[in-house]
């Protein structure tokens, strides 16, 4: 797409500029073979400075942009620019060097030299589009998708990137209604069509929806996001069987609380209460941070610090509701044996510290330290499991 205006330059590579020998045949094989930087470099050892002959700058802007050698590229194009500044090819090639030359700001400029020059030219819109998601610009993303998708509404890319533009503020219609065009114009284009899903879904257009899918599905798209629209437009529809067996289609790996939350109540409406149960379990799993347990095991141990030991307790034994770790049981037996003199108690969470395999390492004090603890309150070791 970039380098569709620098095309016309090839023809330029047969003309010979005065006073210097140009092997075209020996050129065609480098272009043929897409060696660019071995042309450019020829081309160098035949033109001397200064060179004044516009076809041999084209010649040398081309084969060193083609090449990879940017910043050259872009001095031989600045050169011809110099002498015609109204020539759209060699500033659409100044943009797209500066673009790739991460130099945003200049290839905005040069883009919109061309609109002063021609104002219909779609590549331009869609270039500018693409840069001013990154760069600020007083027009902006939205102004230039429409310009592009005016000028050339049957355009894929475009149009689903329009599409998508207009759903953060709800201009479905809208969406809609481009997408419709693009995807008349082709009809299996499988971006287009998940556009169209996510807009069909977004405005309950459940059996569309379903109908869209099934066709990304049928075509080999089954990524998370086309398999949770369909299921969910099957559940909308109370066809629970199908939402379920389209809901389990996601990889375990994909599941969360949201997807585990309609599996449970497709089996409730399916009046399978045993599996209903198991998944809006995993839900709340799933909703839960992994991280709560410690965050609770870190309040008790501030807690016991400022000897609030009853809220201490608390805060550890809801920390082992979430997650049951070596630690806790140890900080709750020695709460309870240096706190709260409870024997039974701390004898119970001194086993069960011992009990959860504490690393031998790390661990290493803890673990004598309850050993003779154990015996000490009146307990048996050997009776810890």
């Not at 706190?339 to 504490?358: C, G, Q, T, V, W």
């Not at 031998?360 to 307990?379: C, F, M, N, V, W």
């Amino acid at each position: 797409m970039k380098y569709i205006y620098s095309l016309f330059l090839l023809l330029s590579i047969y003309t010979i500029a005065p006073a210097q020998q140009v092997d075209n045949a020996l050129l065609l094989d480098y272009y043929q073979n897409q060696k660019y930087a071995d042309a450019y470099k020829y081309l160098k050892g035949i033109y001397t400075e200064p060179i004044t002959d516009m076809k041999a700058l084209a010649n040398l802007a081309y084969t060193s942009r083609m090449g990879g050698s940017l910043a050259d590229a872009e001095s031989y194009y600045l050169r011809i620019y110099d002498k015609d500044s109204t020539n759209t090819a060699i500033l659409f090639n100044l943009g797209n060097i500066n673009a790739g030359r991460g130099n945003n700001v200049k290839a905005i400029t040069y883009y919109k030299k061309i609109l002063l020059i021609d104002s219909t030219n779609f590549s331009v819109y869609k270039e500018l589009a693409s840069l001013s998601q990154t760069q600020l610009d007083t027009l902006g993303y939205g102004y230039y998708l429409v310009k592009a998708n005016t000028i050339n509404p049957k355009e894929p890319d475009v149009a689903y990137d329009l599409g998508r533009f207009y759903l953060p503020s709800k201009k479905y219609n809208k969406a809609e209604a481009v997408l419709n065009i693009a995807i008349q114009a082709d009809s299996s284009n499988l971006i287009l069509l998940q556009g169209k899903a996510e807009v069909s879904y977004l405005e309950k257009k459940y059996p569309e929806t379903i109908a869209t899918c099934a066709k990304l599905m049928q075509s080999g798209e089954k990524n998370p996001y086309v398999i949770q629209w369909m299921a969910l437009s099957y559940y909308k529809t109370l066809q629970y069987k199908l939402a379920l067996n389209t809901f389990l289609l996601l990889p375990n790996n994909l599941q969360n609380e949201s997807s585990f939350y309609y599996i449970a109540m497709c089996y409730k409406a399916l009046d399978d209460q045993p599996n209903a149960i198991i998944y809006m379990q995993k839900a709340i799993v799933d909703g839960v941070s992994a991280y709560v347990g410690d965050y609770y095991n870190e309040i008790g141990d501030s807690q016991d610090r400022l000897h609030q030991v009853k809220k201490a307790s608390a805060s550890f034994q809801k920390s082992l509701q979430f997650k049951e770790t070596s630690l806790v049981y140890y900080s709750l037996a020695n709460l309870f044996d240096t706190e709260l003199k409870d024997k039974a108690s701390a004898i119970k969470y001194y086993k069960k510290f011992l009990a959860s395999k504490p690393d031998a390492k790390e661990d290493q004090k803890y673990i004598e330290y309850a050993t003779s603890r154990i015996p000490a309150l009146g307990g048996k070791l050997s009776t810890v499991q």
